[in-house]
């Protein structure tokens, strides 16, 4: 294991004193606020509130990414070392949940395509099919009417960009105001996109048996 591994374990574990303590000074506290006492401080302490706060929404999103639930953790553990290190870039002009969706995706696209094995690249897709694929309309009621866990293979099946974004818009509520800041792309951009990323896992539904 290395230094830093250690290190963001180290970290990490703070949030037990926190969930043990009752009378929790920090539980008033704004995240924005929070920031500013931990940059402030350099306290991991703080971070450990922070972290407790986070933990189930990053990795949520690194599975989205991942292999297995194995991946997804260390996903988790090296996104909050490389927060408590870049913490004090956060500005304040953005709410801190939309700011650390925005740097866990730009975390986690990022490996994926370190990864030269799952590097995702439009030559997967030939452009009579991507062609197709963008002139079929998909509806929020079509998506709404698949069976629950036919659906989850299927989104386990298609690109993880795709499933992530799919999973920002439906399952948290993500506006597309709020996915132009995330991916730093243009509203028809993030529309295109959405709409290929619906097609496709209604492609994929409809293949599985």
């Known amino acids: ?8 374990l180290i970290i990490i574990s703070n949030q037990f004193k926190t969930k043990l303590d009752a009378n929790d000074p920090y539980k008033d506290i704004s995240d924005e606020e929070l920031v500013k006492k931990i940059v402030d401080k350099k306290d991991s302490t703080l971070f450990g ?3 407790d706060r986070y933990a189930k929404m990053v990795y949520n999103k690194c599975y989205g990414f991942a292999k297995s639930q194995k ?3 260390d996903l988790t553990q090296d996104i909050f070392l490389m927060l408590f290190v870049k913490l004090g870039s956060f500005k304040g002009t953005s709410k801190f949940s939309t700011w650390l969706y925005s740097f866990t ?11 030269k094995g799952r590097k995702i ?25 698949l069976q629950v866990e036919k659906l989850k293979k299927a989104l386990e099946l298609i690109d993880p960009e795709e499933k ?3 999973l920002l818009k439906y399952q948290d509520g993500v506006s597309i105001k709020e ?6 792309l243009g509203s028809s951009a993030i529309k295109m996109r959405l709409k290929r990323a619906k097609a496709r896992v209604i492609e994929t539904y409809n293949s599985l048996p």
């Open 49 to 51: 509130v922070l972290y």
């Open 179 to 184: 996915l132009e800041t995330l991916m730093e």
């Open 105 to 115: 995706y730009n975390f986690c696209v990022n490996y994926v395509n370190r990864d």
């Open 1 to 8: 294991m290395t230094f830093l591994r250690k290190l963001c």
């Open 121 to 145: 690249s439009d030559k997967a897709n030939n452009i009579e099919d991507t062609e197709y694929k963008l002139s079929v309309e998909v509806t929020d009621e079509n998506l709404l009417d």
């Open 164 to 166: 992530t974004l799919l």
């Open 71 to 73: 991946e997804a953790e």
